[in-house]
């Protein structure tokens, strides 16, 4: 009982007090008897380096069931590669990457919320799924492999993949500064909307 309730605190947590620097919009043209779909694009500093910079760009998926069960998942595309290969992505041939689960929060973080219809909530979740998962020639996995390349493809890139599947419910999606970091990004998205 315990456990459950730490839980239900915790997910709590993690959907409200991060997103304090976050603006909600309603894109939602219906009810779901199946609850409420939400789509959080989101930037936040980097832990542990200097002027917290770069920073990340990562996308939350939450269904909020009406008995009041919530599911999130967090999503970013990173990469494992020391940060000088990973700088020299810039300028040249990109780095193995992935996506995977966020592991890492910030109260400094800014998120524009989307509320969605849940066919709308599939279709960017899609975005997440491994193409080899997609044929059945490959189980479900927490990582789907991606090359990763500053500027070109990394994760402002998948950011604006996954804001681009709602553009045609209304969401301004600007172009990406080719030197943008995530957190400015992220401020003219939400000040676009």
Do not use: W
Not at 43 to 61: E, K, Y
Not at 93 to 110: F, R
């Amino acid at each position: 009982m315990l456990k459950s309730v730490f839980i239900a605190l915790l997910v709590y947590l993690i959907v409200h007090i991060p997103n304090v620097l976050a603006k909600e919009i309603d894109l939602s043209n219906m009810s779901d008897p199946s609850g409420i779909y939400e789509i959080a694009l989101c930037a936040r500093p980097s832990p542990d380096a200097p002027l917290n910079l770069p920073g990340h760009a990562f996308v939350s998926f939450t269904h909020i069931k009406h008995n009041g069960d919530v599911t999130l998942t967090s999503i970013g595309h990173t990469t494992d590669a020391d940060a000088i290969s990973a700088l020299n992505s810039y300028f040249g041939d990109p780095v193995a990457g992935y996506l995977g689960k966020e592991k890492y929060t910030s109260s400094m973080q800014q998120c524009l919320r989307i509320k969605v219809n849940k066919d709308d909530y599939d279709s960017a979740f899609g975005l997440t799924a491994s193409p080899m998962e997609q044929l059945g020639l490959a189980g479900n996995s927490d990582l789907v492999l991606r090359s990763y390349a500053l500027s070109e493809n990394d994760c402002i890139t998948f950011m604006v993949e996954v804001a681009d599947v709602l553009k045609p419910l209304g969401l301004n999606v600007p172009v990406r500064g080719s030197t943008e970091l995530p957190l400015k990004y992220m401020e003219r998205l939400i000040r676009s909307n």
